[in-house]
């Protein structure tokens, strides 16, 4: 059985960071590409970020690009994206993915190719 375990998020103050976590289990991060995607209320579900199985590839949003940073632990099987100078409107829940194909991440049409997901997580900034 496949879960995608999140954690790390909460309530902070714009300009500040949070750390997010993904912990897989029952899928391994050598043959999958894992990630983010964000939706808030009245918008279609979005891709963050994601980094491949190799680690050689990562995708980022435009809107992050600069201020998040993603990262794998593939012994540990875990995802992590480091999200700094964080702005309100990078509030909303944040789900876990997985994937073998890294490229679905930039496509919304693709979304519903993702094998994958986790529970989702809130991250609300706020002041």
């Known amino acids: 059985q496949v879960q995608l375990v999140e954690s790390g998020g909460g309530l902070v103050q714009p300009g500040g960071s949070l750390n997010l976590s993904c912990s897989a289990s029952?899928?391994?991060?050598?043959?999958?590409?894992v990630g983010w995607f964000r939706q808030t209320p009245g918008k279609e579900r979005e891709g963050v970020a994601c980094i491949d199985n190799s680690g050689d590839f990562t995708y980022y949003a435009d809107s992050v690009k600069g201020r998040f940073t993603i990262s794998s632990d593939v012994p540990k099987n875990t995802v992590s994206l480091q999200m700094n100078s964080l702005e309100p409107d990078d509030t909303g829940v944040y789900y876990c993915?997985?994937?073998?194909?890294?490229?679905?991440?930039?496509?919304?049409?693709?979304?519903?190719?993702?094998?994958?997901w986790g529970k989702g997580i809130q991250v609300t900034v706020s002041s």
């Open positions: 029952g899928v391994s991060l050598r043959y999958y590409a």
């Open positions: 993915a997985a994937d073998t194909n890294p490229l679905v991440w930039g496509r919304k049409e693709d979304i519903y190719l993702i094998d994958y």
